[in-house]
T-cell receptor, first 108, second 114 residues
Framework: KNEVEQSPQNLTAQEGEFITINCSYSVGISALHWLQQHPGGGIVSLFMLSSGKKKHGRLIATINIQEKHSSLHITASHPRDSAVYIC??????????FGTGTRLQVFP | NAGVTQTPKFRILKIGQSMTLQCTQD?????MYWYRQDPGMGLKLIYY???????DKGEVPNGYNVSRSTTEDFPLRLELAAPSQTSVYFCASSYLSGGSGIQYFGAGTRLSVL
Protein backbone atom coordinates (compact mmCIF):
# COMPACT_ATOMS: atom_id res chain seq x y z
CA LYS A 1 0.00 0.00 0.00
CA ASN A 2 1.35 3.44 -0.93
CA GLU A 3 2.07 5.80 1.92
CA VAL A 4 0.19 8.57 0.08
CA GLU A 5 -3.06 7.75 -1.71
CA GLN A 6 -5.01 10.18 -3.84
CA SER A 7 -8.56 9.93 -5.11
CA PRO A 8 -9.92 10.07 -7.63
CA GLN A 9 -7.17 9.23 -10.13
CA ASN A 10 -9.06 11.02 -12.90
CA LEU A 11 -11.74 13.66 -12.69
CA THR A 12 -13.73 15.48 -15.34
CA ALA A 13 -15.92 18.49 -14.65
CA GLN A 14 -17.93 21.15 -16.39
CA GLU A 15 -16.81 24.73 -16.07
CA GLY A 16 -18.18 26.27 -12.88
CA GLU A 17 -18.38 23.05 -10.88
CA PHE A 18 -16.97 22.66 -7.37
CA ILE A 19 -14.06 20.20 -7.37
CA THR A 20 -12.71 18.10 -4.49
CA ILE A 21 -9.53 16.04 -4.62
CA ASN A 22 -8.65 13.83 -1.67
CA CYS A 23 -5.34 12.73 -0.17
CA SER A 24 -4.88 10.13 2.57
CA TYR A 25 -1.55 9.23 4.12
CA SER A 26 -0.37 6.53 6.48
CA VAL A 27 2.74 8.07 8.05
CA GLY A 28 3.24 10.72 10.68
CA ILE A 29 3.92 14.00 8.96
CA SER A 30 5.34 17.42 9.65
CA ALA A 31 3.71 19.02 6.59
CA LEU A 32 1.55 18.25 3.58
CA HIS A 33 2.04 19.82 0.17
CA TRP A 34 -0.30 20.26 -2.77
CA LEU A 35 1.35 20.79 -6.16
CA GLN A 36 0.02 21.40 -9.65
CA GLN A 37 1.57 19.90 -12.76
CA HIS A 38 0.61 21.72 -15.93
CA PRO A 39 -0.09 19.87 -19.19
CA GLY A 40 3.32 21.08 -20.39
CA GLY A 41 4.94 19.27 -17.45
CA GLY A 42 5.99 22.10 -15.14
CA ILE A 43 5.32 21.63 -11.40
CA VAL A 44 4.41 24.44 -9.04
CA SER A 45 3.68 24.40 -5.35
CA LEU A 46 0.16 25.45 -4.39
CA PHE A 47 0.05 24.96 -0.63
CA MET A 48 2.08 23.73 2.28
CA LEU A 49 0.09 23.11 5.44
CA SER A 50 0.42 21.33 8.74
CA SER A 51 -2.99 22.11 10.24
CA GLY A 52 -6.32 23.68 9.49
CA LYS A 53 -7.08 25.36 6.20
CA LYS A 54 -5.45 27.63 3.64
CA LYS A 55 -7.05 29.58 0.80
CA HIS A 56 -5.58 31.15 -2.30
CA GLY A 57 -8.00 32.58 -4.80
CA ARG A 58 -10.39 29.80 -5.84
CA LEU A 59 -8.26 27.09 -4.23
CA ILE A 60 -8.77 25.84 -0.69
CA ALA A 61 -6.71 23.18 1.08
CA THR A 62 -7.70 21.54 4.33
CA ILE A 63 -6.01 18.97 6.51
CA ASN A 64 -7.26 16.76 9.34
CA ILE A 65 -4.22 15.46 11.20
CA GLN A 66 -6.21 12.99 13.32
CA GLU A 67 -7.85 11.47 10.24
CA LYS A 68 -4.59 11.65 8.19
CA HIS A 69 -6.52 13.22 5.37
CA SER A 70 -6.35 16.35 3.26
CA SER A 71 -8.61 17.80 0.60
CA LEU A 72 -8.00 20.28 -2.18
CA HIS A 73 -11.08 22.17 -3.32
CA ILE A 74 -11.47 24.29 -6.43
CA THR A 75 -14.45 26.61 -6.52
CA ALA A 76 -15.98 27.81 -9.81
CA SER A 77 -13.68 25.56 -11.86
CA HIS A 78 -12.34 26.81 -15.18
CA PRO A 79 -10.71 25.02 -18.14
CA ARG A 80 -7.38 26.57 -17.16
CA ASP A 81 -7.56 24.52 -13.93
CA SER A 82 -7.02 21.38 -16.04
CA ALA A 83 -3.84 19.82 -14.70
CA VAL A 84 -2.52 17.01 -12.53
CA TYR A 85 -2.77 17.77 -8.81
CA ILE A 86 -0.20 16.07 -6.62
CA CYS A 87 -0.26 15.54 -2.87
CA UNK A 88 3.04 15.05 -1.03
CA UNK A 89 3.89 14.61 2.65
CA UNK A 90 7.06 14.97 4.65
CA UNK A 91 7.53 12.29 7.28
CA UNK A 92 10.27 11.58 9.77
CA UNK A 93 12.95 11.50 7.08
CA UNK A 94 12.09 15.10 6.12
CA UNK A 95 11.92 14.02 2.47
CA UNK A 96 8.78 14.40 0.40
CA UNK A 97 6.70 11.30 -0.35
CA PHE A 98 4.51 11.89 -3.38
CA GLY A 99 1.11 10.57 -4.38
CA THR A 100 0.53 9.50 -7.96
CA GLY A 101 -1.60 12.53 -8.76
CA THR A 102 -5.17 13.31 -9.79
CA ARG A 103 -5.71 14.28 -13.41
CA LEU A 104 -8.40 16.98 -13.68
CA GLN A 105 -10.04 18.03 -16.92
CA VAL A 106 -12.49 20.92 -16.90
CA PHE A 107 -14.60 21.35 -20.02
CA PRO A 108 -16.26 24.59 -21.13
CA ASN B 1 13.33 35.58 -12.16
CA ALA B 2 14.89 32.45 -13.66
CA GLY B 3 14.28 30.20 -10.61
CA VAL B 4 15.39 26.63 -11.37
CA THR B 5 16.72 26.02 -14.87
CA GLN B 6 17.18 22.55 -16.34
CA THR B 7 18.87 21.62 -19.59
CA PRO B 8 18.28 19.92 -21.92
CA LYS B 9 14.49 19.71 -22.20
CA PHE B 10 14.56 16.55 -24.31
CA ARG B 11 17.20 13.93 -25.05
CA ILE B 12 17.39 10.56 -26.71
CA LEU B 13 20.25 8.29 -25.69
CA LYS B 14 21.40 4.94 -26.94
CA ILE B 15 21.92 2.14 -24.43
CA GLY B 16 25.35 2.47 -22.85
CA GLN B 17 25.79 6.17 -23.58
CA SER B 18 26.29 8.67 -20.79
CA MET B 19 25.08 12.21 -20.26
CA THR B 20 24.77 14.98 -17.71
CA LEU B 21 21.51 16.71 -16.88
CA GLN B 22 22.21 20.25 -15.83
CA CYS B 23 20.38 22.10 -13.06
CA THR B 24 21.04 25.59 -11.79
CA GLN B 25 19.12 27.85 -9.41
CA ASP B 26 19.48 31.55 -8.70
CA UNK B 27 17.59 31.71 -5.39
CA UNK B 28 20.61 30.93 -3.15
CA UNK B 29 18.86 27.79 -1.86
CA UNK B 30 20.98 25.34 0.06
CA UNK B 31 18.71 22.34 -0.59
CA MET B 32 18.52 20.79 -4.04
CA TYR B 33 16.92 17.58 -5.28
CA TRP B 34 16.70 15.34 -8.32
CA TYR B 35 13.49 13.40 -8.93
CA ARG B 36 12.31 11.08 -11.64
CA GLN B 37 8.70 10.74 -12.70
CA ASP B 38 7.49 7.57 -14.38
CA PRO B 39 3.99 7.12 -15.86
CA GLY B 40 1.44 6.30 -13.16
CA MET B 41 3.99 6.69 -10.38
CA GLY B 42 4.68 9.44 -7.91
CA LEU B 43 7.89 11.42 -8.09
CA LYS B 44 10.84 9.46 -6.70
CA LEU B 45 13.89 11.08 -5.11
CA ILE B 46 17.18 10.14 -6.79
CA TYR B 47 19.73 12.29 -4.95
CA TYR B 48 19.65 15.39 -2.84
CA UNK B 49 22.08 17.97 -1.48
CA UNK B 50 21.94 20.09 1.66
CA UNK B 51 24.67 22.46 0.54
CA UNK B 52 27.78 22.82 -1.59
CA UNK B 53 29.99 19.76 -1.22
CA UNK B 54 27.31 17.63 0.48
CA UNK B 55 25.18 15.08 -1.37
CA ASP B 56 23.27 11.98 -0.35
CA LYS B 57 21.27 9.18 -1.92
CA GLY B 58 17.54 9.22 -2.18
CA GLU B 59 15.15 6.37 -2.87
CA VAL B 60 16.36 5.38 -6.37
CA PRO B 61 20.07 6.33 -6.77
CA ASN B 62 21.35 3.34 -8.75
CA GLY B 63 22.77 4.29 -12.14
CA TYR B 64 23.17 7.96 -11.27
CA ASN B 65 25.78 10.25 -9.76
CA VAL B 66 25.71 13.84 -8.61
CA SER B 67 28.06 16.58 -7.52
CA ARG B 68 27.52 19.94 -5.84
CA SER B 69 30.57 22.15 -6.22
CA THR B 70 28.61 25.41 -5.94
CA THR B 71 25.37 26.50 -4.29
CA GLU B 72 23.85 27.20 -7.71
CA ASP B 73 24.57 24.01 -9.65
CA PHE B 74 23.54 20.41 -9.07
CA PRO B 75 24.22 18.26 -12.16
CA LEU B 76 22.96 14.68 -12.46
CA ARG B 77 25.18 12.21 -14.32
CA LEU B 78 23.89 9.09 -16.02
CA GLU B 79 26.57 6.51 -16.72
CA LEU B 80 25.86 3.58 -19.05
CA ALA B 81 22.26 4.56 -19.83
CA ALA B 82 19.68 1.78 -19.67
CA PRO B 83 16.06 1.64 -20.94
CA SER B 84 14.90 1.64 -17.29
CA GLN B 85 16.20 5.20 -17.06
CA THR B 86 13.66 6.42 -19.59
CA SER B 87 11.73 8.95 -17.55
CA VAL B 88 11.07 12.62 -16.92
CA TYR B 89 13.64 14.16 -14.58
CA PHE B 90 12.94 17.13 -12.36
CA CYS B 91 15.38 19.22 -10.40
CA ALA B 92 14.07 21.22 -7.43
CA SER B 93 15.41 23.52 -4.77
CA SER B 94 14.18 24.84 -1.44
CA TYR B 95 15.22 27.31 1.22
CA LEU B 96 14.26 24.96 4.06
CA SER B 97 14.92 21.23 4.21
CA GLY B 98 12.85 18.62 2.40
CA GLY B 99 9.33 18.78 3.69
CA SER B 100 9.61 21.95 5.72
CA GLY B 101 9.91 24.33 2.81
CA ILE B 102 8.26 24.95 -0.50
CA GLN B 103 10.15 23.30 -3.33
CA TYR B 104 10.68 25.11 -6.62
CA PHE B 105 10.87 22.86 -9.66
CA GLY B 106 12.59 23.12 -12.99
CA ALA B 107 10.66 22.49 -16.20
CA GLY B 108 11.90 18.91 -16.47
CA THR B 109 14.04 16.86 -18.84
CA ARG B 110 12.32 14.16 -20.88
CA LEU B 111 14.85 11.36 -21.48
CA SER B 112 14.41 8.33 -23.69
CA VAL B 113 16.96 5.51 -23.73
CA LEU B 114 16.65 3.29 -26.80
Amino acid sequence: KNEVEQSPQNLTAQEGEFITINCSYSVGISALHWLQQHPGGGIVSLFMLSSGKKKHGRLIATINIQEKHSSLHITASHPRDSAVYICAVSGDTDKLIFGTGTRLQVFP
Amino acid sequence: NAGVTQTPKFRILKIGQSMTLQCTQDMNHNYMYWYRQDPGMGLKLIYYSVGAGITDKGEVPNGYNVSRSTTEDFPLRLELAAPSQTSVYFCASSYLSGGSGIQYFGAGTRLSVL
